[in-house]
Structures are given as C-alpha cells and as structure tokens.
C-alpha cells in the first residue's frame, strides 16, 4: 500500500513538472500587453474646463469604419488602416490652473511603459512651454502591435494607446480622428525629401 502511494505521488510530481516545463516556453513566448491600464480619471472632469474619453475597441472600430467613404481615398486609407486595430483609447483634459492634474496618474502610465516589449520612439522637451510629447511602441516579433502618446502641458495632459497592427508609416492619418491628437511637428521628425 505504502509502494503504491509513493508511486502515486511521484507520478503527479512526474506529472506537474511536465507541465511546468511545457508552460514555460509557452509563457516566454507570449507577446507583451499593447492595452494600457489607464486610470480613472473621471473625479478630473468637475475640474476640468475641456475633457475627452474615447473607448473603442474592435466591434465599435468596426462599426466607424463602414461610415468611412471607400470612394474618398483618405477616407479608405483611413479605414484600411483601423482594420487591423483592436482598440483607440485617448483620455484628454484641459484645466483652467495649471498642473491641476495629478502627475502620479501620468507617471504610473509612463511606468507601465517600461515593460518588456514597449520602446521610445520620439520624445520632445520644451522648457520654455514646460511641455513634453512621449511616444512609445510595443512590438512583438518585431513588428508594432500597440502605441502609446503622453502630451502633458501646464493646462492640458492627453493620453493615446492604440493596440492592434499599426503601420507606423500611415498613422498620421489617424491624427485629429478616433481622438487621436495632431502631433507637434517636432514629434513627427525632419520633414521627407521630395522624390
């Protein structure tokens, strides 16, 4: 009886170690998180004189690419390009004081960003403005599966995080669209020579 118990015993030790074993591979394999935890910033919005909330995800993209016109060529590129996406989430607000927002919720956006995966692409500093656009990108298997925008100013801080296949080369399209904000110009780095 006593045999039988061991062998039991060690047939479920065999057991979980070649499920841990075959997990392992399987967990340093996964892609990393392009969805950002953003906080809830709703008790800013009695203070705040302007404020946007976007929550799109996959069916609602969906949904605002069939009013798109496919007969208007930017309006196509446009969808084209939101049809890879599985979410556009942008928080904005605007204040009358400045830094009338918390700077802790903004860092710990930042901090979220220093994940595996996730890299700087653009940053702009004006300390005459005391303003600073970040852009980040979350790629897996090197390719861009998420971005994310922090714009903060005295008044007005703005949050983007756009999961899903972006090509990077079109994003500009989306700017003033889905929320998106139109970039600063020395985000979008030195102009293209003309062909």
């Known amino acids: 009886m006593?045999?039988?118990?061991?062998?039991?015993?060690?047939?479920?030790?065999?057991?979980?170690?070649?499920?841990?074993?075959?997990?392992?591979?399987?967990?340093?394999?996964?892609?990393?998180?392009?969805?950002?935890?953003?906080?809830?910033?709703?008790?800013?919005?009695?203070?705040?004189t302007d404020s946007v909330a976007i929550t799109l995800d996959a069916p609602l993209l969906n949904i605002a690419a069939k009013f798109l016109d496919s007969a208007d060529p930017e309006q196509r590129s446009v969808r084209d390009l939101i049809g890879g996406l599985q979410g556009i989430y942008v928080k904005s607000y605007t204040f009358n004081k400045p830094f009338a927002y918390p700077s802790t919720d903004v860092d710990a956006i930042r901090k979220q960003l220093r994940a595996p995966g996730w890299q700087q692409i653009v940053q702009v500093r004006s300390g005459e403005k005391q303003s600073a656009v970040d852009i980040f990108v979350c790629l897996a298997h090197e390719k861009p599966i998420g971005l994310a925008i922090i714009a903060t100013e005295p008044r007005q801080f703005t949050i983007v995080n756009i999961v899903g296949a972006i090509d990077l080369d079109k994003l500009h399209q989306l700017e003033g669209r889905f929320g998106v904000p139109k970039l600063p110009d020395e985000a979008k780095g030195p102009p293209h020579a003309a062909e």
Not at 3 to 10: G, T, V
């Open 2 to 48: 006593r045999e039988r118990a061991m062998k039991s015993l060690l047939q479920r030790i065999a057991l979980t170690w070649l499920c841990v074993v075959a997990c392992v591979p399987a967990l340093a394999a996964a892609p990393p998180s392009a969805r950002l935890l953003l906080p809830d910033f709703s008790a800013l919005g009695s203070a705040a």
